[in-house]
């Protein structure tokens, strides 16, 4: 099944202690992101990679890092996480980055963050 | 800045009643335009897009949306909602290789 897998789906932390979210995709896709959606905001856009070794800013980038070493996995670091991360983040994939009409982003099913 | 933005935050309709979300974008260049569905406690779903030609797009579950360049809008609608439409509508642009996300619409269909 195409899919878009995100771990933890659940996560409190304190202030300052680092965490990874791992986010993977079996579909072969060339292009990933990353969002963080906030109540009244919507989603906004936080990394994205166009392959492996290609990453830029989106958005909100500030308290961020992502890696891409396999084009499968889209891992979000948190160096050190403040309250104002405490958000709901959701990865995504699709075949490129969305310029053809064929291409539809998939959608991981999220990951609840608190930070305290 | 670029950006998209919808300006419905909340809307409650009756089942059987038309919809009509708005949705406008503010940047220049190529533009992909999308609308997308998060139904409760579910990741984000694609209804439906626009890249060129027709600007009268139709998507899944009986969804349409507009194009009007001269607007710059991408409205969503829908003739008849059902209860099964409650949920939250996000309009979307991608413009140089970045996603733009409108602040959502929730739509509260009652039985």
Partial sequence: EAQVTQNPRYL??????????????????????WYRQDPGLGLRQIYYSMNVEVTDKGDV???????????????????????????????????SSGQASTDTQYFGPGTRLTVL | AQSVSQHNH????????????????????????FWYVQYPGQHLQLLLKYFSGDPLVKGIKGFEAEF???????????????????????CAGNNFNKFYFGSGTKLNVKP
């Fill in chain 2, 68 to 90: 009007i360049k001269s607007k710059f809008s991408f409205n969503l609608r829908k003739p008849s909602v059902q209860w099964s439409d409650t949920a939250e509508y996000f």
């Fill in chain 2, 10 to 33: 909340h809307v409650i309709l009756s089942e059987a009643a038309s919809l009509e979300l708005g949705c406008n974008y503010s940047y220049g260049g190529t533009v992909n335009l």
């Fill in chain 1, 61 to 95: 980038p500030e308290g961020y890092k992502v890696s891409r070493k396999e084009k499968r996995n889209f891992p979000l670091i948190l160096e050190s996480p403040s309250p104002n991360q405490t958000s709901l983040y959701f990865c995504a994939s699709s075949l």
């Fill in chain 1, 12 to 33: 409190i932390t304190v202030t300052g202690k680092k965490l990874t979210v791992t986010c993977s995709q079996n579909m072969n896709h060339e292009y990933m992101s």
